[in-house]
């Protein structure tokens, strides 16, 4: 990013000067708190591994001491030794054959090897298991020799004498602890199905000297030690179980064969010391994991001691450091948030001036420059904006001169260029016009000779159907075909009244009967199309003041017209006309509406309906002069016309001030008007 201003470049440097230490400072206390963090959460793991080892000490401890109280209750057990033993020949090679004998009934089994077991210290050694719950397997008794005395269930030998753990509690003083290992499934002295582990302690006699026997008991190894699954460092972390070959004995999280244990971290945790590290695997699939670790002590295993591991998720452990990290992260945002600020509260300070200046030249550019600069700092930069500003004022000057020069000159042109337009468009109309009223002026001459004939040959005809009957609907057609002709008589002289600028004259008339007729002739056209034609006409209409045909032509004009608008949208359409009276100019006037439900006339052109020549239907459909000719006529005949767009399609309006009966009395009831429509 390429930065293109002073400001951006004060702001930039302020802000790189202040990170840098800012930075510096956040990766020591990063590095620091991360160290000391470790420390504690080491430290924190190792006491916990001291703690559970030493609870594992004491558990084990006390299931020795409940097995010595076992071998040393006088009637329940050492009697029943001291009475096995007693069985035995004085002399060693003699007691050996018997032994030896007995190995062999044993080994038949059936009911002489039934006889072998003392069955009531048997029986005390059942309850004594059932006593001790679940996690006890089995009991048994050995005698001086190491031969079976009793067991709370049947064994699979007769004979221990060989067996490590009777060497080792007959050994030395006689006083000594033998515990196990862990030992697999189906193997040890019960063969049971779950792994255990064994503990034996001698029989002493009565005075506590000599080793008459030996006691054995078989724990099941995770029953024993379920203690260690229930320990729950944080949300994450738990304790295991190792031996010093690096064996997994107990873990809460992964079955004993699922484990894999790296090389680095046993050589970590299989310590005579307790103490704490950093793993780079944990066995558990995490990396870099702070881990504790202590030895089982005061526990004479044979040649493989346990260990107690402790470890957590890292994410767990670092979770305060990434707090930390947050809150530093956070801090380094507010600084530099006030380093930008406190950069761009500097650099505004430099630049600007040079702002200012900028903006004073680009407003003398375009000419909007309008008040001194406001640079007081006593330097180059005052000077420069003072004189800048004198520059200023000259071009103004200058400027306002040529602008009012070419304003004047705008004006004039703009006003001679409307009034040619006007004096041509006004040429144009009148040209047009006047051609058009030479053309209706011929035609209208055309017409009348063959419409006198026809005139008076319909004469004759009502001559000779006076002399002779004739049926009635033809003499209904002759009489429609004569009001038909006399009016178009009427129409060409109104038009040759309208090219030569000739009076009309205006009489009182009803103007619900020039809507009726109106509609009887359009009716012959909507009969053809899909067309409704209504008319809804008040009734007591006041008379108005008119000329017949020319309001008729009006009429015919604007049904016309909403005929052609509903026709054009291929469906049902409606045209309704409407009479009513209504106040006009602060007296009484008739309202003439004709409504469609068409689509109606766009804003943009509504205003030039009544132009001449102006038309929206398609070329060789429409002059534009209809509603021309309809706007003159009732401005002759003293009303209006207004157009607007409906809830559904268009809507005309004609208004004609209405006239008295009364009053038609005094004055002569005539009107005259300028039957033509001057522009």
């Not at 001291?50 to 558990?59: E, N």
């Not at 979770?319 to 930008?340: E, F, K």
């Not at 009012?404 to 144009?428: C, F, P, Y």
Request: aromatic content about 6%; proline content about 5%.
């Amino acid at each position: 990013m390429r930065i293109r201003t002073i400001r951006g470049r004060i702001v930039w440097a302020i802000v790189l000067v202040g990170c840098i230490p800012l930075l510096i400072g956040l990766a020591l206390a990063y590095v620091s708190g991360m160290q000391s963090l470790r420390d504690v959460i080491g430290g924190n793991l190792q006491a916990i591994a001291v703690q559970v080892a030493d609870r594992v000490t004491m558990l084990i401890q006390a299931e020795v001491q409940s097995v010595r109280l076992l071998g040393s209750a006088p009637l329940r057990v050492r009697q029943p030794v001291e009475a096995a033993n007693r069985a035995y020949p004085m002399e060693y090679a003699r007691a050996q054959r018997l032994l030896s004998e007995h190995v062999q009934v044993w080994d038949r089994g059936g009911e002489g090897a039934a006889l072998l077991i003392d069955s009531e210290l048997s029986r005390f050694l059942l309850e004594t298991k059932v006593r001790g719950g679940d996690k006890v397997v089995g009991l048994l008794i050995t005698d001086q020799y190491g031969a079976l005395v009793a067991a709370s269930s049947q064994p699979d030998q007769y004979f221990f004498g060989d067996e490590p753990w009777w060497e080792a509690v007959h050994a030395g003083s006689g006083d000594q602890v033998h515990i196990t290992g862990l030992i697999p499934e189906n193997e040890g002295a019960f063969r049971s199905s779950e792994e255990t582990i064994d503990i034996a302690v001698p029989i002493f006699d009565e005075r506590q000297h000599v080793v008459i026997g030996a006691v054995k008991a078989s724990y099941r190894f995770d029953t024993l030690l379920a203690m260690i699954k229930q320990i729950r460092i944080g949300q994450t972390g738990h304790a295991m179980l190792f031996d010093a070959t690096g064996n997994p004995l107990v873990c809460p999280i992964l079955p004993r064969q699922a484990h894999r244990i790296p090389s680095q971290l046993m050589a970590m945790i299989v310590s005579a010391e307790p103490g704490w590290g950093i793993a780079e695997d944990d066995g558990h699939g995490a990396t870099d994991t702070v881990v504790g670790y202590a030895p089982v002590p005061k526990l004479t295993l044979p040649e493989n001691p346990w260990h107690v591991f402790v470890r957590q998720q890292p994410t767990e452990s670092y979770a305060p450091i990434r707090d930390q990290l947050r809150n530093l992260a956070m801090i380094g945002l507010v600084m530099l948030g006030l380093l930008w600020a406190i950069g761009r509260y500097v650099a505004t300070r430099i630049a600007r001036p040079i702002h200012i200046l900028h903006s004073g030249v680009e407003a003398i550019s375009q000419g909007t420059y309008d008040r001194p600069l406001n640079i007081h700092t006593g330097d180059e930069f005052e000077a420069l904006a003072a004189a800048v500003h004198c520059m200023a004022d000259r071009l103004m000057a200058s400027r306002t001169e040529l602008e009012g020069l070419n304003k004047d000159l705008a004006r004039r042109v703009e006003e001679k260029t409307q009034e040619v337009t006007r004096h041509m468009r006004s040429l144009e109309l009148a040209e047009r016009l006047a051609t058009l009223g030479k053309i209706a002026s011929g035609i209208a001459h055309e017409v009348n000779n063959p419409l006198g004939i026809i005139l008076n040959r319909i004469e004759c005809m009502e001559a000779d159907a006076a002399r002779s009957p004739i049926p009635d609907a033809v003499r209904r057609d002759l009489l429609a075909v004569k009001v038909q002709a006399e009016r178009i008589s009427r129409v060409t002289k109104s038009i040759l009244a309208f090219s030569r600028g000739s009076v009309s004259t205006l009489k009182p008339i009803d103007l619900n009967c020039v809507v009726r007729s109106c509609v009887g002739i359009a009716s012959e056209r909507v009969s053809a199309l899909s067309v409704e034609l209504e008319s809804r006409l008040a009734p007591l209409l006041p008379p108005v003041m008119g000329d017949r045909d020319r309001l008729e032509t009006v009429v015919l004009n604007l049904i016309n017209n909403a005929i052609d608008a509903v026709n054009l949208l291929g469906r049902d359409g409606i045209v309704t006309v409407r009479t009513r009276p209504m106040q006009m100019d602060g007296r009484l006037g008739v309202e003439l509406t004709v409504s469609d439900n068409g689509p109606g006339i766009p804003s943009e052109i509504i205003g030039r309906v009544f132009d001449p020549f102006f038309s929206t239907k398609p070329a060789g459909q429409g002059t534009g002069l209809g509603l021309f000719l309809a706007y003159g006529i009732v401005v002759d005949h003293r009303g209006r016309i207004e157009v607007k767009n409906g809830e559904t399609g268009a809507q005309f309006a004609v208004a004609l001030p209405a006239v008295w009966c009364d009053a038609l009395v005094e004055e002569e009831g005539i009107w005259e008007s300028q039957g033509k429509f001057s522009l």
